[in-house]
């Protein structure tokens, strides 16, 4: 069965507006969805969660709580970290992860929808 479009008529504006706005916002959409992309893993999904829920937390403790090696959190991390999402802070030995939620409202507001965070 094909899947080809019929219409009788074209909104020719209609169509020109949604070019323009996908045009004018490609950067945009280009950075955002690289970002929903880094969520698309299970693993940095329920790191961000408990970033959210428990704001900053070291690599041990997060392995623990989700029994993944440290290796492989440490990777995630860095992958969260180099596309904007996380920052970190040293406080003595210890290298803390959290939310960069200044410069990520709109991701941080997608996720409060989708999930019930406490306050």
Do not use: W
Not at 5 to 28: G, T
Not at 31 to 42: C, D, G, R, V, Y
Not at 80 to 95: A, F, P, Q
Request: glycine share 4%; aromatic share 6%; charged share 30%.
């Amino acid at each position: 069965m094909s899947e080809e479009c019929y219409r009788e008529s074209s909104n020719i504006s209609e169509v020109e507006k949604a070019k323009s706005f996908i045009s004018d916002n490609h950067l945009e959409i280009e950075k955002e969805s690289e970002k929903l992309a880094l969520l698309s893993n299970s693993v940095r999904l329920k790191i961000i969660l408990l970033l959210k829920n428990f704001n900053k937390l070291c690599v041990c403790d997060i392995g623990e709580i989700l029994e993944v090696n440290q290796s492989a959190i440490s990777q995630h991390l860095r992958k969260l970290k180099d596309g904007g999402i996380l920052n970190k802070s040293r406080e003595g030995l210890t290298i803390y992860y959290f939310i960069d939620e200044v410069n990520n409202p709109d991701l941080i507001g997608l996720l409060e929808k989708i999930f019930l965070f406490k306050e």
